[in-house]
């Protein structure tokens, strides 16, 4: 024992007359980690975090000790771990013989298997000389693998929207892809905020192709069977190509706002006039059958004075891409004015085709000769002044989730809005937009549903 002693003092001796270099002293034998902590303990693959350490060892002199960082899935540094960097801490004597807390900024990898990152977690791992300790992580939507049960509808063109049911659907991980295209996507909650389904919108540049629901995090994907594929293609159809409508000028009238349950569009504050609009994004969702599906609006005047105009509404019931067939042409108002909010009920017949379909709102105003009365404006064509806007109008099944279970309607008809033949009267609430609309107005019960917000997982190339 006593030569062992001694050669341990030899072996001292020596590495202090060869170096006070750091990576000498870090092999020494009593080089323990005293504390450490990690910022976070549910990580996601390519983050920046803080890890926090403190070195201790007995020494003759200050000296300068290395802690070095791993990313590990096991609790020891091993061929398989990632380093993460490395940084100094200083113990002076005699004592205090631990460092001070030593802070040090990191970013995991974006794999632990070449092409994926490990759902179950793993370990940060801190280490000076021999000495290592570990602290778990877990992995930010390492959860259950979602699943696809079905879609509807079977095809759709860019824009349109699909519907999926399945299971472990999460907010923050779940992402949709039709072949390698990826779909922004929102949620389908019930009344207590639980995930019952997700919409899709069907991307640019899609094809035909399988449906996948992938398990991702921070826009990485997770391994181990995290991807659920639909059992047959979803068939991209063309854009459809609706006739145009449109002003011929700018100037004089233009649609301010337009409000459903599912968005608003405020141009109020935007002085200029445009003769058409068309945003796929502003999704009205609905269900067949559905009586007083409420629209608000308002109209302008883009600064000039409020001439008289017309407002009609038509709507592509059979999804063919035109408004002539019967029933599509479902609003006439001959009169309507500027800065007065206007509340429509919106009835979807119960054979209106599954999908996403265009409603078309067209504000025109009178033109001697031109335009003289609201016959002279149809669903395509064009006119002096005023504006043609179309959204998308998705309808689902009546006995999907959305549909709506309404109440007696409680309505005040404008007395100048005579119905043409098959059209329903706007209705005239004469308030300003920002005075809140009766409550009483439509009482629906889908209105305790939250509206669905298209977005893309945390972390995705999309964002």
Same mark, same amino acid.
């Given at each position: ?82 380093? /993460? ?47 290592? *300790? ?8 390492? #959860?259950? &693998? ?166 009609? &509404? ?26 007065? /909010? ?71 008809? #404008? ?28 009482? *629906?019960?889908?209105? #305790? ?12 190339? *999309?964002?």
């Amino acid at each position: 024992m006593k030569d062992q002693i001694t050669n341990v003092v030899k072996l001292t001796a020596i590495a202090l007359l060869v170096s006070q270099s750091s990576v000498v002293q870090a092999a020494y034998w009593d080089e323990q980690i005293g504390g450490y902590s990690a910022s976070n303990n549910q990580i996601t693959p390519g983050m920046t975090t803080t890890l926090s350490a403190t070195v201790c060892a007995q020494r003759n002199s200050n000296s300068t000790i290395p802690i070095s960082f791993y990313y590990s899935l096991t609790p020891n540094v091993s061929g398989s771990s990632t380093y /993460l960097g490395s940084a100094s801490g200083s113990i002076t004597q005699p004592g205090p013989f631990c460092s001070p807390v030593v802070n040090k900024t990191v970013t995991l990898p974006t794999t632990t298997h070449g092409t994926c990152f490990s759902p179950f977690g793993g370990y940060f791992i801190f280490k000076a000389g021999s000495d290592e *300790k570990s602290t778990p992580v877990g992995v930010i939507g390492g #959860n259950a &693998m979602p699943t696809i049960q079905s879609f509807s509808p079977a095809s759709g063109h860019p824009g349109s929207v699909i519907h999926l049911t399945g299971d472990n659907y999460d907010s923050d991980t779940t992402a949709v892809f039709i072949g390698d295209v990826e779909a922004a996507r929102g949620f389908e909650l019930d009344v207590n905020g639980n995930i019952t389904g997700i919409f899709a919108i069907v991307p640019e540049g899609a094809t035909s192709d399988r449906i996948s629901v992938k398990q991702i995090s921070n826009g990485y994907p997770l391994c181990g069977g995290s991807e659920s594929l639909s059992s047959v293609d979803f068939i991209v159809t063309p854009a459809p190509n609706y006739c145009v409508s449109s002003a011929l000028y700018d100037g004089y009238g233009k649609i301010d706002y337009v409000q459903t349950k599912n968005f608003t569009d405020n141009f109020i504050s935007d002085p200029a006039c445009g003769g058409y609009g068309y945003d796929s994004s502003r999704l009205t969702y609905t269900s067949q059958g559905t009586a007083g599906e409420q629209v608000n609006l308002q109209f302008g005047t883009c600064g000039a004075p409020d001439y008289s105009k017309l407002f009609k &509404m038509y709507v592509d019931w059979n999804n063919d891409n035109d408004f002539d067939d019967p029933g599509e042409f479902v609003v006439s108002a001959p009169s309507v004015a500027a800065d007065t /909010l206007y509340s429509l009920g919106l009835t979807v017949p119960s054979n209106a085709a599954l999908g996403t379909t265009r409603m078309r709102l067209i504000n025109a105003l009178y033109y001697t000769g031109v335009v003289d009365s609201a016959n002279d404006i149809l669903a395509c064509g064009s006119y002096p002044f005023g504006e043609t806007l179309d959204y998308p109008l998705d309808i689902v099944s009546s006995n999907g989730v959305l549909t709506a279970t309404n109440k007696a309607l409680n309505l005040e008809f #404008n007395s100048t809005g005579l119905a043409s033949e098959g059209a329903t009267p706007l209705i005239n609430n004469p308030k300003r937009q920002n005075v809140k609309i009766k409550p009483n107005f439509i009482d *629906k019960t889908e209105s #305790n549903l939250p509206p669905v917000i298209f977005s893309y997982p945390e972390g995705s190339s *999309k964002k």
